[in-house]
Each structure stands twice: as C-alpha cells, then as structure tokens.
C-alpha cells in the first residue's frame, strides 16, 4: 500500500508551519488537522484537544522564544500501526533549530542557536490530521541554555546527528518486505527485553537483536552511548539496577517502513526507582510513569541506531522532582 498522500499531507502541514508566525500559526495548524484533532505533548503541555488549544499551549510561546525557527529532519517514514488503534501514522524525527531570544517556559533566553530535538507521529484519516505525539527534549534544549538540573549523566551530552547512513528520509514508499522485516525486529527486541531472564548476560540478550557497533541516541538526562559494552554500562545497567517492578502498558502505535521503525506510548512503562536513577533518590515505594519514544534503523538482520525520548519532566514529576520549574505551567483540571 501507498502512504503517498499522508506523507504529502503531514508536509504539507510542516511547509505552512515553517511560515507560522504566534499570531498566524493557529489557523494554519487548522487548515489540515481535524476539529477534535487530539494532541499529546510532554509535560508541562500535556494533551490537548484542537488547533487553537495546541498554537497558545505550544506554538505560540516557541515562536516567540525561537524566532526564524527552522525544520531539519532527520527521519521520515509512514505506516499501519499494528497495534488495537490501527491507522496509518506518518513519523519524523529530527531537531527544531533557532535562535533562542526569548525564554521559552523557564529556559532563559541564551541569544544563540539552539535546537530542540522532537519526534512527532501524526495519525492521518480522511484528509487530515486527527492525532498527534509530539516530544521534545527540553532538559537537553534547557543544557543548551546553560542549565543543569540533574546530576552528572552517564552517557554523553550532544547534538544527536541522524542515521549514519543519511538515508533517513523516506519520502518515497519503500519495499513493504523491507518494512515488515524491520517491525518484526523491533518486536524480537521487545519480547527479548520482556523474557530477558532466559539469557545468561546481558550481552548475549542484546546480541540476539543488536549489532555490536550499536548507538543508542538517549535523552537528557542520561545521554547517547555507542558499542554494546557501553550501552550496558552506561544505561542498562543503572536503568535495570535502579528501577524496580516494572510494567509494561503497551504503545499507541507501532510501524516501521523500509529500514525504519519506532513507537511511542503514553504511558509505555510504570516503575519504581529504588536506588537512584539519574541522580534522583528513589524512595523504592513511589510509581512513575514513563512516556516514551523509541525509533530504530535496522541494517541486515540486527538494529544499529536508536533515537529514543522520554517525557522526563513527567517521569520526574510523579517522584515529587519538579525538573525545570514546569510544575506551575501545568494547567489543573
């Protein structure tokens, strides 16, 4: 099947909004989203319902903080979500670049490029845009801005680049073959991580489903680390040492085309931080939710990159953390 016209659609979309202005970008996020159309966003934006609720809760203060704000993705792909919601989900990742002149929530004005990083999936039914995930990393555009509110992470800060294979964007469909080779990959990984006490180390689960040179592109917070060894011990290792009783929730949509595949959930995983995940003391008692976004390229028969967010204010939130201050921009219902 073609996605032709959704991904045309969802550019569409993004060539209006690359003109939007805050008085402006209201009625252009209109012209092609649906009149319910349903938003999620990170803490402190939440979920939304509808053009103007979106363009005064996100929109219309980024605009003004990040004048000429600039579109550079990184990944492009569409699919059929094979989870109970089904539709077809147009995905992109990549970062949101400016010049921060403004404080932007409680991020100080820095008077220097800056860029947000974002994964977006829009879901497309009948001409338009009825749903939507959009996450953004603010504590990395936050570090940007000169500010650390976590401790040391352990892995490594920086602008993530795209796939090393600069073939991310697929603006073309690609062979359907190619698409349910990389989902059936993904959901191995998934189930390895889910049965992982059937393996001896940690290194022969992830080498089931992983190459050894993988990168792992991590939030703030934690940070990117690169080679299976020092994925373990950069990020497994505390992740798994550190939180306890772990659920999984499922995700809203799951699809891969071509070499390309992700998800996102809301929430995805429900745990307990029993030691001190990133810094923070856990009390081995409190439940947090995590909201996440995993995207994937495959090459041949095992993963090599993975961009991943995390609504860390939302996860830190729930443990009586108010990272950043954002905790007053949450409207009470």
Known sequence: MSFQAEKALVLDHYD????????????????????????????????????????????????????????????????????????????QMGHLMGLLDQPFLTIPASRKIAMLRYAEFNRVENGRITETAFFCDLLHLARQAGLNPLPQQTAQHLVQPGPLTHDGLLYRDADPAEGRETLDLIERMIGDINTRARFETPEQELAQTWHDDMIWWGPEGIGATYTIPRYIEQHQRPFRTHLSDRVFNGH??????????GFFGWPNLSLTNSGAFMGVPGDGVTRADMRVVDIYRRAGDRLAENWIFIDMPHFLAMQGVDVLGLDALVPTV
């Open 252 to 261: 809203v949509a799951r699809l891969a085309e071509g070499s390309y595949g």
């Open 16 to 91: 209006a909004l690359s003109r939007a202005t805050p008085e402006t970008v209201a009625e252009i996020l209109s012209e092609r989203t649906a009149p319910d159309w349903l938003w999620r966003g990170v803490r402190p934006f939440e979920s939304r319902c509808g053009a103007r609720d979106v363009a005064e809760t996100l929109w219309q203060p980024l605009l003004t903080a990040m004048p000429r704000l600039q579109r550079r993705p990184d990944i492009f792909f569409a699919g059929h979500s094979d989870r109970a919601t089904g539709g077809v989900w147009v995905v």
